[in-house]
């Protein structure tokens, strides 16, 4: 064969192809997530060029901005009707531009700007060496106790790092719940979840609990993401594709144009019950539900308080949002497979969650189990199958964030010689002692608690409305006993702090700086407003409940 004929050859077969269609991306309706990247690159790039004594506060201020600007992006976005008519699938068909993407968007950005003022707060520990300290190590590759830690806190380091992971895992949770293919659903998992592992691991006090806490939450962690990955492989192997729209025409059997390649797995039944069941466990663990729950109370009591507080709230909006659009986009012609299983999970975790709570003496563990319990009445309003049921989630779910992130900033104040004093024994006769401290905090207890007037019960009884009304009657009914029980040990701890007497070497309360303050005034702002008056508030989540397909 001659060079000639091989060269006509190679020629010849590149020539008729059709040329790779460049990607169109909507550079402006993503720009919520854009513009939270972008920052978390300069942030790293301030580690990198900026002097040490100057990082902490361009940190700070490019962080705020940032979320500040991406939050007005959201709004933008929803005010040009990206919320109602004008709803699409954006990105090549890999993130949804859609009510429930923006509303949970906007959620997570306000509760990562009251997350970055926790994180930023740096007047609560007596002044180290001359230098104020925060709640995170001086030094987090340091060995704890080491003469290489002592120096760095004796030089005054800050590990500033922190900010800029915190905005690559809001990154990430702006995605999550926005995305519409199940490969772009992993890879926001891990952007969102490898920082978090690590802002678990760097307090400054108990160093070792910390990471041990990082260390549990990232094994079992990769367990659930390699679980979410083989099922993500199972439903390919059973629609063929990863797009939420292919996947559901072909559970409904309504698909157009099989590729004759595919057509012999397609309609497996067995791949797509076992896909969808591990996908779903890959999210539950995220939401922290019974029987994936195991790590919530260890990871809650070890990393950071500051940390503590913002997964607590961000995780749960954004793992809830995922959840919701994979069984109301994806699966609704599988309803009757996947709703016995949620509404059994459902009630375990709302039971488990409450009776295991009241056996608990640290704070943090308590507020730990708490949200278990919660994740479980959320869960009601998902099994509701019914616009009613969305709405009612996105509701709960803006409502919780913000008492949580309040209830984790007091925890953070009330201290002694060794830190934060959260063992519940310390926080006798608090109210004696500092009388606002202890009513602000009575006030999200009761919150979490759902008594009237508070944001909790607004959220609960929008979530158990929307679940009878689906026909999950039974749910409710243990919904209700669940939430008698976990009132008990809320109003516990209120008793404890007003009517015990204060221990004479009780701890004492910190006066934080204008940051912390503005986290706790706005979490008792959002937690009366959304409880006297929700119903703008139930509007706005219900004109936002609807996905587009």
């Not at 409904?252 to 497996?268: K, R, S």
């Not at 309003?381 to 949580?404: C, E, H, K, Q, R």
């Amino acid at each position: 064969m001659s060079a000639v004929a091989v060269h006509s050859l190679w020629t010849t077969a590149a020539d008729p192809i059709s040329k790779i269609d460049a990607p169109k991306i909507e550079y402006a309706q993503l720009s919520p997530t854009l513009i939270v990247i972008g920052a978390a690159i300069v942030g790293v790039l301030i580690e990198a060029f900026v002097p040490r004594k100057s990082r902490y506060y361009a940190q700070v201020f490019v962080s705020v901005v940032a979320l500040a600007a991406a939050f007005a992006a959201v709004v933008a976005l929803a005010a040009n009707g990206y919320g109602t008519t004008k709803a699409h699938i954006a990105a090549m068909g890999a993130v949804a531009v859609d009510g429930p993407a923006l509303f949970l968007q906007g959620t997570i950005l306000l509760a990562g700007v009251l997350g970055v003022f926790t994180f930023a707060e740096r007047r609560l520990d007596p002044e180290a060496h001359g230098n104020r300290v925060d709640s995170f190590a001086a030094q987090a590759a340091s060995v704890p106790g080491s003469d290489s830690e002592k120096a760095a806190v004796k030089a005054g380091f800050t590990t500033t790092e922190v900010f800029p992971l915190l905005l690559f895992a809001i990154g990430g949770m702006l995605v999550f719940p926005a995305a519409n293919d199940l490969l772009t659903l992993f890879i926001a998992l891990e952007v969102f979840s490898l920082p978090l592992y690590l802002l678990c691991a760097v307090a400054r006090r108990k160093r070792l609990m910390s990471q041990e806490a990082a260390v549990k939450y990232f094994l079992l962690g990769a367990f659930a993401s390699a679980f979410t990955l083989f099922g993500i492989a199972l439903l390919y192997g059973y629609a063929g594709s990863v797009s939420y729209a292919t996947i559901s025409q072909v559970v409904d059997g309504t698909i157009q144009n099989v590729n004759p390649a595919l057509a012999d797995t397609m309609g497996n039944d067995a791949l797509l019950l076992i896909g969808v069941a591990m996908v779903v466990m890959g999210l539950l663990f995220k939401v922290g539900a019974v029987p994936f729950h195991m790590w919530t109370p260890d990871v809650y009591q070890g990393a950071p308080t500051p940390v503590t507080g913002f997964m607590a709230a961000a995780t749960k909006v954004a793992a809830f949002g995922a959840l919701l659009r994979l069984l109301y986009v994806v699966l609704p012609g599988l309803r009757w497979d996947w709703r016995p299983v949620m509404m059994a999970v459902a009630i375990v975790t709302m039971l488990g969650g409450a009776i295991v709570a009241i056996t608990q003496t640290d704070i943090k563990r308590l507020l730990a189990y708490s949200s278990i319990a919660h994740a479980g009445f959320i869960l009601a309003g998902v099994i509701a199958t019914s616009p009613d049921g969305v709405s009612s989630v996105l509701f709960y779910l803006g409502a919780y964030s913000f008492v949580t992130i309040g209830a984790f900033a007091v925890v953070t104040l009330v201290r002694d010689a060794g830190g934060e004093a959260t063992h519940l024994s310390k926080w006798a006769g608090l109210g004696r002692r500092s009388p606002l401290v202890a009513a602000v905090f009575a006030v999200f207890l009761l919150a979490f608690a759902g008594i009237p007037l508070t944001s909790g019960f607004a959220g609960k009884f929008a979530v158990f409305k929307a679940a009878a009304e689906g026909g999950a009657g039974a749910l409710v009914v243990v919904g209700v006993i669940s939430s008698a029980i976990a009132a008990f040990f809320y109003i516990r701890v209120i008793v404890l702090m007003f009517f015990s007497e204060p221990r004479a070497d009780g701890p004492t309360v910190a006066v934080p700086s204008p940051l912390t303050m503005t986290a706790i005034a706005v979490g008792v702002a959002v937690t009366l407003v959304l409880g006297v008056a929700p119903q703008y508030f139930l509007d706005l989540a219900g004109q936002a409940g609807v996905f587009v397909r």
